[in-house]
């Protein structure tokens, strides 16, 4: 697989939600910031519809206080990983307490919250327990450095999904933080038990197993399979001295969908933790660049070269002034939708790509004209064959998989040419992660407001060049929005044959 880059009121009140919200919203710190509106709003008509439905107070008071209580952000940017999944996991369980509290009752008050087209759904759960476990594996992190105020069920429901994703290491540290919590009687901390009890055994610690499945039959001590598991797994331990060390690692498969080779992906999360993996053969440097044009003599373009290959890996310091990013953002924001990747032979959302997306054109408005005439002037390229200008933005956990801008062996003939070159603007301080990791130059670019980075993708002889594969780290904490500018070879033949 190649890739390039209640009554009738509530039915109609659920069903609306479900349509627009699609499970999407966790891909897009924009959107998660939204909710925490979304939520205060929510917990207004629940008051407005308490109001006239005192016998069913009880479990809806509990829940407008819970909204209401919770702390409003100031902006995307302040984000971490927990306060994104909270949001995300408390609109979801609200509709599904409403649905259960007023299924008999007249829902009026609550439809106003149709305008919203944001109500988190279950697919938005799993998707911000994933983003989570996709931070523990690629950061080398621990649930509490993730999540220190998680409750029991948060925990068992992050925990599960590692469970479902074969990552038993992570599935486990979830887990195990989850049972202290949970009430030794309820249903969940069975499961909870069960799950953790299967994860032992399969990573080899059996005595482990053991322990978790006398437990449980203490709790159940009828049920045949768990009375089966016990006699098993005490049998295995007489077999053997126990004295075995369990060396676990995580599981990376559910972050790799494009199946990359597994040194590379090592290579690809060293760079996101900020690791050096190469030495330069050669003295890197900067420079003040003005080409020979006038209008940029008192204002040169200001290069830090990060490569010394042919790839011409740059970074256009403070490119874009903060007025410009935040305009970008803003322009943006209002086409945000789901972004897609070239797979299988046509464009679709894919879970190696994690993030929303916006485009625009050039005379979109004197903001973004400015923009393309500064990029012409930095790279000294034709734009006339470029892309639009894309607005993307990432949320809890947003990456996307090591993957090559352009359209290597022929797979896709576009009149235009490939992708020539990839131009990329920083538009916000991002305050942990997000970097972009080039694991076989061995270089990685952190994202500086305003930046710009560059590269070339092809050879001089117009083939793909296989050391550009490149990927975005997943961000850790608040938000990365960048804006992506793709130039084609139609109109720059010449800077290709002297790259």
């Given at each position: ?13 659920i069903a ?5 919200g ?12 939204r909710?925490f509106s979304v939520?205060?709003?929510v917990?207004?008509n ?6 006239d439905h005192?016998?069913?107070l009880v479990?809806?008071?509990?829940m ?18 927990s ?8 609109l ?7 649905k ?8 009026k008050p609550l439809t106003?919250?149709?305008k919203?087209d ?5 697919a938005?759960?799993e ?16 649930p509490?450095q ?10 068992a429901i992050i925990?599960k999904k590692a469970?479902?994703?074969g990552?038993l290491l992570?599935?486990i540290t979830?887990l195990?933080?989850?049972v ?6 309820s ?8 799950h ?9 610690n059996?005595?482990k197993?053991l ?5 449980l039959?203490e709790?159940d001590p ?8 016990v006699?098993?797994y005490?049998?295995q331990?007489?077999?053997s001295?126990?004295t075995?060390?369990i060396t676990l ?15 590379e ?19 890197l440097?900067?420079?003040l660049?003005t ?10 373009i200001r290069v830090e070269y990060?490569?010394?290959g042919?790839?011409r ?8 002034n903060p007025?410009?990013?935040?305009h970008l953002?803003?322009?943006g ?14 464009f ?6 994690i993030s929303t ?5 050039p005379?979109?408005?004197?903001v973004?004209?400015k ?8 790279t000294?390229l034709n734009l ?14 947003g990456?996307?998989e ?5 359209h290597?062996n022929?797979?896709r ?5 490939d ?6 603007i920083y538009?916000?301080?991002?305050r ?7 694991p076989?130059l ?5 994202p500086?407001f ?8 092809l050879?001089?002889?117009g ?7 490149h990927?975005g ?6 938000s ?8 084609h ?5 010449m800077?290709?044959?002297?790259v």
């Amino acid at each position: 697989m190649r890739v390039i880059c209640f009554v009738t009121a509530c039915s109609l009140l659920i069903a609306t939600t479900a349509a627009m919200g699609s499970g999407d919203l966790f891909t897009s710190s924009s959107n998660i910031f939204r909710l925490f509106s979304v939520e205060k709003e929510v917990a207004s008509n629940l008051r407005n519809f308490i109001a006239d439905h005192e016998q069913r107070l009880v479990e809806l008071k509990q829940m407008a206080d819970k909204l209401e209580a919770t702390p409003m952000p100031l902006a995307d940017t302040d984000l971490d990983p927990s306060e994104s999944f909270a949001v995300l996991k408390r609109l979801a369980d609200s509709l599904e307490t409403v649905k259960a509290a007023l299924s008999t009752a007249s829902l009026k008050p609550l439809t106003d919250i149709e305008k919203h087209d944001m109500m988190p759904i279950k697919a938005d759960v799993e998707g911000a327990a994933s983003a989570l476990l996709r931070l523990q594996r690629t950061y080398d992190l621990q649930p509490e450095q993730l999540m220190p105020q998680a409750s029991g069920t948060d925990m068992a429901i992050i925990g599960k999904k590692a469970y479902e994703q074969g990552d038993l290491l992570c599935c486990i540290t979830w887990l195990e933080g989850a049972v202290p919590q949970l009430g030794n009687e309820s249903g969940e901390y069975i499961d909870v038990l069960d799950h953790l009890s299967y994860a032992h055994y399969k990573t080899g610690n059996v005595a482990k197993a053991l322990d978790n499945a006398v437990r449980l039959l203490e709790l159940d001590p009828y049920n045949v399979r768990i009375q089966d598991n016990v006699e098993y797994y005490r049998h295995q331990l007489a077999r053997s001295d126990n004295t075995t060390v369990i060396t676990l690692t995580p599981n990376y498969d559910a972050d790799n969908k494009l199946k990359r080779d597994q040194k590379e992906l090592k290579r690809f999360r060293l760079l996101c933790q900020g690791k050096k993996l190469h030495t330069p053969t050669r003295n890197l440097h900067c420079e003040l660049k003005t080409y020979g044009q006038a209008h940029l003599l008192l204002k040169p373009i200001r290069v830090e070269y990060l490569h010394e290959g042919p790839q011409r890996l740059q970074v256009f310091r403070q490119f874009a002034n903060p007025t410009e990013c935040e305009h970008l953002r803003l322009e943006g924001q209002k086409k945000l939708a789901r972004a897609v990747a070239w797979t299988d032979g046509a464009f679709r959302p894919v879970e190696f790509r994690i993030s929303t997306a916006a485009w625009l054109e050039p005379d979109h408005d004197v903001v973004l004209a400015k923009i393309q005439t500064r990029i012409n002037a930095a790279t000294q390229l034709n734009l006339t064959s470029a892309e639009q200008l894309q607005i993307s933005n990432y949320g809890i956990g947003g990456f996307y998989e090591t993957h090559y801008d352009h359209h290597s062996n022929n797979e896709r003939t576009l009149p235009e040419g490939d992708r020539l070159a990839t131009f990329m603007i920083y538009l916000n301080h991002v305050r942990k992660g997000g970097f972009t990791a080039f694991p076989r130059l061995g270089a990685a670019v952190q994202p500086g407001f305003g930046d710009a980075v560059f590269w070339y993708n092809l050879n001089a002889d117009g083939q793909g060049d296989s050391r550009t594969l490149h990927g975005g780290c997943p961000v850790l904490q608040g938000s990365k929005w960048v804006a992506n500018k793709w130039i084609h070879e139609a109109g720059n033949d010449m800077c290709r044959k002297n790259v």
